[in-house]
């Protein structure tokens, strides 16, 4: 048998190895706690850093500007003296980002629900690695696409709009085209699309499967088990997910570039043709682009910076809400 001085010596050295590994663990902890706050750091550093040099060279253009800003739908900061308003560029920009989230969160909600609770197993895989592989395609390839190819049919959609739907304002209007609003919002929800899906696909797979089992047990049909069971607690992933899409569809530049075409003025008819985004705008004008109207598309990037902050802000707190769901 072992001894009394045997087994306390024992003792000793398993509590000197717990004390070692428990002043392991806490050092590592240490490590992981700096590295993640400076991290964060890092990210705000960056993008005070952003809006540090937009204002810094977009103030000389504003106070060159001899129009209002905000509310003026002329664009010529290479007049004399240069004249410039982001209104017209706010509306394309917010109404076109969220008519591509409306079109895209519906459908890509059904595709990451049929994915996850009614394709068979070997098909969900693949269907969600073709999903996921829209989010790789380059935005010039989507561009050139809606020129060439999704703009030919617009136009015979955007005419049968406007016949049945004529008497709504959005869609009312005398000469429905081509490359309007419609049709990049349309360009825009096919590439916000594998975002929305992908977060919710993965938000459905973490529901917990006793509540699915349990809502089956009772005798609910699939469909009402994803209404009382899976949409309640993705709910904040859904949201969080279009939300990111919206941004997403903000910032969008070549493909809007390719598809809209510029004319003058805030039109509420989505279907003619014309409008412009800040994006595109940018996109379009800085090549040619004086001093001055460099200051200005600079200013106008400025707006948008601070929208997309915004939205994101608005996600956070919508996700933020419901963090019982989660």
Do not use: C
């Amino acid at each position: 048998m072992m001894s009394e001085t045997g087994v306390g010596a024992a003792a000793g050295v398993d509590r000197r190895a717990a004390a070692r590994r428990m002043s392991t663990g806490r050092a590592g902890d240490k490590i992981f706690v700096s590295a993640a706050r400076g991290s964060g750091i890092i990210v705000l550093l960056i993008m005070a850093a952003i809006a540090v040099f937009l204002v810094w060279k977009a103030v000389p253009a504003l106070q060159d500007n001899k129009a209002n800003f905000l509310t003026a739908e002329e664009w010529n900061p290479n007049a004399t003296p240069p004249r410039f308003g982001i209104a017209q560029l706010a509306f394309g920009t917010v109404v076109s980002s969220l008519l591509a989230m409306l079109i895209a969160t519906p459908v890509a909600v059904g595709i990451a629900l049929f994915i996850s609770f009614y394709s068979p197993r070997r098909l969900a895989s693949g269907l969600g690695y073709v999903v996921d592989l829209l989010a790789a395609v380059p935005s010039i390839v989507y561009g050139l696409w809606g020129l060439v190819f999704l703009s030919r049919h617009m136009e015979g959609i955007s005419t049968f709009l406007n016949s049945v739907l004529g008497w709504i304002p959005i869609f009312g209007g005398d000469s429905p085209g081509k490359n309007s609003i419609f049709t990049a919002s349309v360009v825009l929800a096919i590439m916000i699309l594998p975002i929305i899906s992908s977060i919710s696909r993965e938000v459905f797979l973490q529901v917990p499967r006793a509540n699915v089992e349990a809502a089956l047990a009772l005798g609910a049909t699939r469909w009402e088990t994803i209404r009382m069971a899976v949409l309640p607690y993705g709910r904040s992933g859904m949201i969080g997910g279009a939300m990111l899409g919206l941004g997403r569809a903000m910032g969008e530049t070549i493909a809007v570039a390719m598809v809209l075409t510029f004319v003058p003025g805030i039109n509420i008819h989505l279907l003619e043709n014309g409008g412009a985004t800040f994006a595109s705008n940018i996109a379009n004008s800085f090549a040619e682009a004086s001093t001055t109207g460099r200051g200005a598309l600079i200013a106008s990037g400025l707006v948008l910076f601070v929208i997309t902050l915004l939205v994101n802000m608005a996600a956070r707190a919508v996700v933020a809400r419901r963090k019982e769901f989660v």
